[in-house]
C-alpha cells in the first residue's frame, strides 16, 4: 500500500496575524507581583526593580530557559509524585512560596546546562540551597532535597543527568530571621523608591535584564548568602536517585495508544515491544537518561502553552476521543483543534512548503481534525532558535479536504498497531527521523 501523504489532504494554509499578533502580546506583558515571595528573597535588587519597572520583560532567548525549567518540573514532578504533594502553596512571616513537591520533605527540583560539582554545591549553586532552607523554614521541617536534572551531562555509564542532594538545616530560627530581615529591606526600599540599601544583583556584569536602571555598579553593599552558609550537612544522596529513576520509568506510557503513535506508529510498535521485554541495565540506563530529556522538551512545550494562555478563560478545551485501543485528549481553542510545536530551525519555513517539511505537524493536526470531525485546524509554531522575537512565534490556520479519508488512515493505523504482525506492516517514519532513532536497524531503515 503507498504511504499516506497528509499534505494531499490540505487544501489551504493561512497565516493568521491578528491571533499572532494577540499572542505575542501576551507573552511580552508582564505583571508586577503583588507579594512578597521566596523567590524575591533571594535577589532583593532584582525583586524591587521588578516591581518598579513591570514594563521591562525579559527577552524571549532567556525566557525559553525559564518555561524549560519550569515545564521540566512540572512533567518530573508528575512522573515521580502523585498530584496532592506537587507545587503546595506555603506562607510563613509574611512570605509566600511554591514548594515543587512536599510530601514529608520539602524537595525543589532545578535544571541547569551547566554541570554541577557534586563537591561543593554550597559555594557553586548557593542560591538552590538558600530556597531549600526557606522552604524548610517555612513548613518547620529540618531536612529537604534538591533535585538536579543536568541537561548537558558528560556521557559515561557512571554519569546520571539526574542528582540528588540531601540538605539539613538545624538552626531553622535564625533562618526566618534571616527572611525577615530581607522581607523588611524589600518593603522599605519600595516604600522610599530607594533601592540603596539592598546588596548587588547576583546577574551584576552578566546581561541583567535591569542594568539601565540598577545601581548595582555604584552600591557598597554586597551580595551575601547567610542562609545557605546555615546549612548543615550536605550530600549527594545517590540512593535515592535510583528510586526517583526507578519511579520514574515505571510511570511511562502504558499499552493504551495516543495520538501521537499513530503518527509515528514504528516508534509506538518499539516502544510497546520494549514493555514486553526484559531490559539490560545499560539499556535501562540510557532509557531513562532519554526519558529525562523526552520530559524536558514536553515540558517547555506545555509551559509556553501556558504562557501564551490561548486567549480568554473558557476559550480553551481538551476533547476526549476513543477508539480502543487509542485513548487520547485533543486540545482545542476557539472551537478548533489546535497544536503547537517548536521547530528546531534557524529561520522561518515558506508557507507554501510547510505540509511537506512538517508533515508530522500535519499528520498530527489532520488526525485531531478527523478524530473530531472538524475541517479546519490552527497550527502555532514557535522558532526557539529564530533570534528576531517577532518572527518566533506564527500561526497558522490549516483547511483539510476530504475528512473521512484521513480519519480512515488514522482507524487503519490503530488496527495495523493493535495486532502487528511485524513492524514491516507499519508506515514508515518521516526521513530525517530515521537517522536519529535508535530502533533504525531493526526497522530496516539503517
Wanted: charged share 30%.
Amino acid at each position: 500500500m503507498a504511504e499516506f501523504d497528509i499534505a494531499g489532504y490540505v487544501s489551504r494554509v493561512e497565516a493568521n496575524r491578528s491571533v499572532k499578533d494577540t499572542l505575542m502580546k501576551g507573552l511580552k506583558t508582564r505583571r508586577p507581583p503583588y507579594r512578597i515571595s521566596v523567590t524575591d528573597l533571594l535577589n532583593l535588587k532584582q525583586a524591587y526593580f521588578r516591581r518598579k519597572y513591570p514594563e521591562i520583560v525579559p527577552p524571549l532567548e532567556k525566557q525559553q530557559l525559564m518555561w524549560a525549567g519550569t515545564g521540566f518540573h512540572k512533567t518530573f514532578g508528575s512522573a515521580v509524585s502523585s498530584e496532592e504533594y506537587l507545587e503546595q502553596f506555603v506562607e510563613a512571616e509574611g512570605v509566600v512560596g511554591k514548594i515543587d513537591i512536599y510530601d514529608k520533605i520539602p524537595v525543589e527540583v532545578k535544571t541547569t546546562s551547566t554541570p554541577v560539582d557534586t563537591k561543593d554545591l554550597l559555594q557553586y549553586r548557593p542560591t538552590y540551597i538558600e530556597q531549600l532552607g526557606m522552604y524548610c523554614a517555612m513548613v518547620n521541617a529540618h531536612e529537604g532535597e534538591i533535585i538536579i536534572y543536568q541537561r548537558r551531562v558528560e556521557e559515561s555509564p557512571s554519569t546520571s543527568p539526574l542528582v540528588v542532594y540531601h540538605v539539613t538545616f538545624p538552626d531553622l530560627k535564625a533562618v526566618r530571621r534571616e527572611m525577615r530581615r530581607r522581607r523588611d529591606l524589600l518593603m522599605q526600599a519600595l516604600i522610599s523608591n530607594d533601592p540603596g540599601n539592598l546588596p548587588a544583583c547576583l546577574w551584576f556584569g552578566r546581561q541583567c535584564d535591569y542594568a539601565q536602571v540598577c545601581d548595582c555598579a555604584t552600591t557598597s553593599v554586597h551580595a551575601s548568602h547567610e542562609i545557605a552558609r546555615l546549612a548543615g550537612e550536605i550530600y549527594v544522596d545517590s540512593t535515592t536517585c535510583e528510586r526517583l529513576l526507578s519511579k520514574m520509568a515505571g510511570s511511562q506510557p502504558s499499552e493504551l495508544l495516543g495520538i501521537n503513535d499513530i503518527v509515528f506508529p514504528r516508534k509506538a510498535y518499539f516502544r510497546r515491544l520494549r514493555l514486553q521485554q526484559v531490559a539490560s541495565g545499560e539499556q535501562v540506563r540510557e532509557e531513562k537518561a532519554e526519558y529525562l530529556r523526552s520530559m524536558d522538551e514536553r515540558g517547555f512545550v506545555e509551559v509556553l502553552r501556558d504562557s501564551l494562555r490561548f486567549g480568554a478563560p473558557g476559550e480553551a478545551q481538551r476533547i476526549p476521543v476513543r477508539h480502543l485501543p487509542l485513548a487520547d485528549l485533543v486540545q482545542v481553542w476557539q472551537n478548533v483543534p489546535t497544536i503547537l510545536r517548536d521547530p528546531k530551525f534557524s529561520s522561518l519555513v515558506d508557507r507554501e512548503k510547510l505540509p511537506r517539511t512538517f508533515s508530522h505537524y500535519f499528520l498530527r493536526l489532520g488526525f485531531d481534525c478527523a478524530l473530531t470531525e472538524n475541517p479546519k485546524g490552527r497550527l502555532l509554531l514557535y522558532y526557539t532558535r529564530v533570534p528576531k522575537e517577532d518572527a518566533k512565534l506564527m500561526v497558522y490556520d490549516i483547511t483539510f479536504r476530504k475528512l473521512d479519508a484521513v480519519k480512515a488512515e488514522a482507524l487503519r493505523r490503530i488496527g495495523l498497531l493493535d495486532k502487528p504482525q511485524t513492524v514491516l506492516q507499519l508506515p514508515k517514519c518521516p526521513s530525517w527521523l530515521c537517522s536519529y532513532c535508535d530502533d533504525r536497524v531493526e526497522c530496516g531503515e539503517a
